[in-house]
């Protein structure tokens, strides 16, 4: 495997073009500053950590906003791009099915079956691996990251080995069967997850799955050992959570924009997932 690294100052553009006869390059990206802008012009899997700021990630499939403590994996796929809102810092690792092949090829692949591949998943970035994603950039300026990067490599393939449980629960026969469900059933998570302020039901979820709704719900069930709407409430108020911290909209503003059209099952969903009220935790949260 061969490394790339790109760095990305503020106001910059970077667009990645496909390296002809040479598939097994990983490319490390360290973007800072607004105005940031990264483009991929071939489909590549990454796995991007905002290590301040905020990250706003968009592809053919979709948009997703990263903060500070998130870690998002994702498949290839077409028309990718990553900007920094504000005074963003951030780690992108991105390369081919080569690239990540020949990337975890010194680790055992247990996590990974017999197709050592990134599994789409969005992963709270624990203190361990930011330590050790900031060690990479330091590593990276000093012209030196080798055990940088296979350091962060390693929490990488911890953090999709939590995933083998989830894949063990989905139906299918054979473990190839079972990942391929899964994968299917990941895509429809991480779109709930990035769009739970819209209305979404069931079926149309479903049909993301390529599955009937009935079987759909059950495979969802069986996987995460939740329904997807309770996945999408736990979501929403998530999101609620995160705009008392960092909004100034009314209570009631904010119910609306994380999908919630009833202020009072609002009201009474937030105090029974948190043990607090949303006027209390703001309070809170203005006196800290």
Known sequence: MRVAVRMLAQGASLTLNPIAGDENVLTVVVGGGRGAVLRAREPLAGVWIPLHGRLQLGSG????????????????????QASGRGNALWVA?????????????????????TDPLLLPALHPAERGLRRDAV???????????????DALLERVRELQRGLDAMIARCPGRTYAQRR?????LQRVRNYLAANCHLELDNDALARMASYS???????????????????????????????????PLAIAEIALASGFENRCAFSRLFRRHFGTTAGAMRRAEAVA
Do not use: K, M, N
């Not at 391929?180 to 299917?184: G, I, M, N």
């Open 135 to 149: 060690q990479l950039v330091r590593a990276l300026r000093d012209g030196q990251d080798d055990v940088a990067l």
């Open 61 to 80: 499939t979709g948009e997703a906003t990263l903060a500070t403590g998130d870690v998002r994996v994702t498949e290839a796929e077409p028309q990718l």
């Open 213 to 247: 709704p009935w079987h759909f719900i059950r495979a969802f069930r069986a996987a995460y050992r939740q329904t997807p709407h309770a996945y999408l409430v736990e979501q929403r108020l998530g999101r609620a959570r995160r705009l008392l911290r960092s909004s």
């Open 180 to 184: 391929q469900v899964f994968l299917r």
């Open 93 to 113: 690792l991105l390369g081919s099915r080569g690239a990540w092949r020949a990337a975890f090829a010194g680790f055992d692949e247990v996590a990974f079956g």
